[in-house]
């Protein structure tokens, strides 16, 4: 591991990696170079699938938690989609393999599903075709559940 981000990742995904649909092989995720999304994982069949992960965090209480000034306030409405919009606009090598992105949510506060799904899906339909990802996945750490599953 190259830092603390890397395992806090990998511990992530594996948590996730119980609720994806087709049953992920535990022992071939890994962490991925810089240039490659974050976890390179294989399905049971021997598919790989490339996953790209960004946690959901107000950065006020990213800062409040992880140290510096917090100037207090409300969350950002559009957490989720300035989250996702990050991801949207960078270009991993993949090579053919598939890529999903998988949005998470640890530290933050619970946000309720109608507050933020339509925005997100809005988002996604309107830029869909600058994505390299081909389905986005929002889960929540605490309750350990997959949240929603957006098909690109």
Same mark, same amino acid.
């Given at each position: 591991?190259? /830092?603390?981000? !890397? %395992? !806090? #990742? ?7 990696? &119980? ?5 992920? %092989?535990?022992?071939?995720?890994? &962490? ?7 976890? *390179?994982?294989?399905?049971? /069949?021997?598919?790989?699938?490339? $996953?790209? +992960? ?6 006020? *209480? ?7 000034? /917090? ?7 559009? @957490?989720? =989609? ?5 991801? $949207?606009? &960078? ?8 890529? !999903? @992105? +998988?949005?998470? $949510?640890? +530290? %933050?506060?619970?946000?309720? #599903? ?20 081909? &389905? ?6 605490? %309750? !350990?559940? =997959? ?6």
């Amino acid at each position: 591991m190259s /830092n603390q981000q !890397d %395992q !806090d #990742e990998l511990t992530v995904f594996h948590k996730f990696a &119980k609720h994806f649909p087709s049953p992920i %092989q535990i022992d071939s995720i890994r &962490k991925c170079d810089a240039s490659e999304p974050d976890i *390179l994982c294989q399905l049971q /069949n021997g598919t790989p699938l490339y $996953f790209e +992960l960004v946690e959901c965090i107000d950065e006020r *209480l990213a800062r409040s938690i992880y140290g510096g000034f /917090n100037e207090g306030g409300f969350f950002e409405d559009d @957490l989720y =989609v300035a989250c996702i919009r990050d991801k $949207f606009g &960078k270009r991993y090598k993949t090579g053919a393999h598939r890529c !999903d @992105l +998988l949005a998470y $949510f640890d +530290l %933050q506060p619970i946000i309720p #599903e109608r507050s933020w799904r339509a925005g997100v899906e809005a988002f996604i339909e309107k830029h869909v075709k600058e994505t390299p990802f081909h &389905k986005v996945w929002i889960y929540s750490v605490p %309750q !350990d559940k =997959v949240i929603s599953a957006i098909p690109l």
